[in-house]
Structure formats: structure tokens, C-alpha cells
T-cell receptor
Framework: GAVVSQHPSRVICKSGTSVKIECRSL??????MFWYRQFPKQSLMLMAT?????????EQGVEKDKFLINHASLTLSTLTVTSAHPEDSSFYIC?????????????FGPGTRLTVL | RKEVEQDPGPFNVPEGATVAFNCTYS??????FFWYRQDCRKEPKLLMS???SGNEDGRFTAQLNRASQYISLLIRDSKLSDSATYLC??????????FGAGTRLTVKP
């Protein structure tokens, strides 16, 4: 099946630093990638949808200047958490959708656990 | 009101039991419906899509009631390996999926 990787899998950083998370589709081209955040015992919350070569679409309440998304190629999207604070500590998961695939062809990455001290 | 609501559980059942999960959604324009499984500290994995006619995959049966905006998942003959959190997911369109908070299932020997 299709594989999506995320790097790093876990990161611990100091408050005020920026953290970049990479999401790669390894065996297909993803025109659309999604970034989710999941707090403990809560549902996945869609943060933004990114389409290759264009600006990301952010969900209401998600600060685009704080969560920078770049989808520069058909296999790579990055999420940068700028000036991270402890409340940004969460599980960040990306997913990728090939071409014109249906919603159920989203493939999830293994997630990145961010801890901000 | 949350767009997708699930009973958080936990459901604790013995091996071999039958267990059913329910989910309701608020957006009547929703077009696609899924059940995902999420193991602790892992990413969600698609369990099955849910169709209006209902569908079955081995021990798993999913049903959709559009009129009541209600989705269900039935697991028969529970296995220890079924222990996980089951996420109800509703899609407005191909690029917009909304996740329920999940129902936690623990199957005990």
C-alpha cells in the first residue's frame, strides 16, 4: 500500500524555537496533503490543506503565520511551528492524497510528537 | 455541537463478544463516511468505508442512515487485537474530512 513518512517522529524543543516537520509520500505523487493536530484523548483536528504549488488553506482558528506550510513538490510538504510554546505540544499528523483520489484514499503519516518545554 | 459525535467509551468486552459503536453527524451535506482505527500513539488507519446499502468486511459491518445522520460499526467475535480507538470520519467533499473523537475499545481475554 501507499506509504507516507514523517520526520522527525518525536521532537522536544525549548519554548520560542521553531520546529519543522516533513511529510513525504514515498511511492505516489500527492497533489493534496493535509495537516492534523491531535491532543490527548481528542479527535484529529484538521489544521490546513495544502495543494502543491499553491498556498495552503487554513482552518478557522489556525494561525497561518504561526504554522507555516510549504508544499513545494508533489512528494513533500513541510509544517513549521514558529516560536513554539508549551500549548503547541501535540501529535501532528499529515496525510496525503494521490491525484484525484477519493477522500478514503488519504494515507496518513506515522505522526510527529512535539513537546515544547 | 461537534460536527461528528461518538460515545467515547471505554467499551470493555470479553473475547468473542459482539460490540457496536454509533456515530452521529450534523452536516446533512456530508457525502462520504468511514471508520478508521487508531492504535495508541499511532496514526489512524482506514478500517472501512460506509455505504448507504451497508457493507460488511469479515467480522466488521458498517451501516449508514442518512435520514437520521447516523453511522454504526458492528464487530462480531471480538479479538484481543481489535483493542483500539475507532474513529468515525465524515467527509464533506474529497478534501474535507471531519473526525469524531473516537470510541475506545478494550477486548479482554
Amino acid at each position: 500500500g501507499a506509504v507516507v513518512s514523517q520526520h522527525p517522529s518525536r521532537v522536544i524543543c525549548k519554548s520560542g524555537t521553531s520546529v519543522k516537520i516533513e511529510c513525504r509520500s514515498l511511492d505516489f505523487q500527492a497533489t493534496t496533503m493535509f495537516w492534523y493536530r491531535q491532543f490527548p484523548k481528542q479527535s484529529l483536528m484538521l489544521m490546513a490543506t495544502s495543494n502543491e504549488g499553491s498556498k495552503a488553506t487554513y482552518e478557522q482558528g489556525v494561525e497561518k503565520d504561526k504554522f507555516l506550510i510549504n508544499h513545494a513538490s508533489l512528494t513533500l510538504s513541510t509544517l513549521t511551528v514558529t516560536s513554539a510554546h508549551p500549548e503547541d505540544s501535540s501529535f501532528y499528523i499529515c496525510s496525503a492524497k494521490p491525484g484525484q483520489g477519493r477522500a478514503d484514499t488519504q494515507y496518513f503519516g506515522p505522526g510527529t510528537r512535539l513537546t515544547v518545554l | 455541537r461537534k460536527e461528528v459525535e461518538q460515545d467515547p467509551g471505554p467499551f470493555n468486552v470479553p473475547e468473542g463478544a459482539t460490540v457496536a459503536f454509533n456515530c452521529t453527524y450534523s452536516n446533512s451535506a456530508s457525502q462520504s463516511f468511514f471508520w478508521y482505527r487508531q492504535d495508541c500513539r499511532k496514526e489512524p488507519k482506514l478500517l472501512m468505508s460506509v455505504y448507504s446499502s451497508g457493507n460488511e468486511d469479515g467480522r466488521f459491518t458498517a451501516q449508514l442512515n442518512r435520514a437520521s445522520q447516523y453511522i454504526s460499526l458492528l464487530i462480531r467475535d471480538s479479538k484481543l487485537s481489535d483493542s483500539a480507538t475507532y474513529l468515525c470520519v465524515v467527509g464533506r467533499n474529497n478534501n474535507d474530512m471531519r473526525f469524531g473523537a473516537g470510541t475506545r475499545l478494550t477486548v479482554k481475554p
